[in-house]
């Protein structure tokens, strides 16, 4: 699951919110629909690191406060994995996610969670790998991609690793 997605719509949503504040009420959030496609690199859940690139389409909306300062994000992904490493690779099942994201007076993220599918994973001895439920990035300190769930499940995730291993 990419975090990379919010650093995309903090982007998007500091040009929105120029465009579009001053005419937003505090409760009206600003919508934006994407498709992107971007790289990153997985660490921390297979002894080895793995090159993650991600398609998605997504729903962005953007809330501010009564003086249109931005303090929340929220997105609706459907996404589509491929991970590489040692000369293999694996694709992903799509799937989706839902990402929440809440910003400081300065626009910084404060906290930033993931729910729903993290990932899914056909494996080449027929068995699936699978991870769902919540991810907290803050806890790990705001890493690009994230594999495995805080809350949940992760199912197989030595089958995984051992599919791209050398």
């Not at 994407?34 to 690191?49: I, Y």
């Not at 998605?56 to 501010?64: I, L, Q």
């Not at 300190?141 to 995730?157: E, H, I, Y």
């Amino acid at each position: 699951m990419k975090r990379s997605i919010m650093l995309v719509v903090v982007l998007v949503a500091a040009a929105s919110f120029a465009v579009f504040a001053p005419s937003a009420a505090a409760d009206q959030p600003v919508i934006v629909h994407k498709t992107s496609s971007v790289a990153s690199v997985l660490t921390g859940a297979c002894p080895f690191s793995i090159t993650v690139d991600s398609t998605m389409t997504e729903t962005d909306r953007f809330f501010s406060d009564q003086n249109g300062v931005l303090i929340r994000a929220s997105a609706n992904v459907d996404e589509q994995d491929s991970f590489s490493a040692n000369g293999k690779s694996l694709a992903g099942d799509p799937y989706t996610v839902n990402l929440q994201a809440f910003f400081d007076s300065s626009g910084n993220i404060t906290e930033e969670y993931g729910n729903g599918v993290i990932e899914r994973v056909q494996l080449p001895d027929g068995t699936v790998f699978q991870s769902d439920g919540r991810v907290d990035f803050g806890a790990h300190g705001f890493p690009s991609f994230v594999v495995v769930s805080d809350w949940g499940s992760a199912r197989n995730l030595d089958g995984f690793c051992a599919a791209l291993s050398p």
